[in-house]
């Protein structure tokens, strides 16, 4: 079965730390670019950052920068979302993409408060 589902979403105070995952199914997931996005409520969603199949992180938004980070492990077929320094602004849902088939997560909550 083709799919992909994340995990490790919660509630989190402001400056501390989460690390979600996306553990993927079902195709080759070493030979796919990966994206996380999210989507805050009543806003679009966004596209938080990539990774290349040669471990290259790319558009990472600009509000992120510096304190996420994407990383990839192809053994377990899982990438992962390290975020730091969380802000209350972060809140939202984490999906993770595999573009080349559009596929989606079911997408996990993070909310950032005190």
């Known amino acids: 079965q083709v799919q992909l589902v994340e995990s490790g979403g919660g509630l989190v105070q402001p400056g501390g730390s989460l690390r979600l995952s996306c553990a993927a199914s079902?195709?080759?997931?070493?030979?796919?670019?990966m994206n996380w996005y999210r989507q805050a409520p009543g806003k679009e969603r966004e596209l938080v950052g990539t990774?290349?199949?040669?471990?290259?992180?790319?558009n990472y938004a600009k509000s992120v920068k510096g304190r996420f980070t994407i990383s990839r492990d192809n053994a377990k077929n899982t990438v992962y979302l390290q975020m730091n320094s969380l802000k209350a602004e972060d809140t939202a849902v984490y999906y993770c993409?595999?573009?080349?088939?559009?596929?989606w997560g079911q997408g996990t909550q993070v909310t950032v408060s005190s």
């Open positions: 993409n595999a573009p080349r088939f559009n596929l």
């Open positions: 079902g195709f080759t997931f070493s030979t796919n670019v």
């Open positions: 990774i290349t199949t040669a471990n290259i992180r790319l």
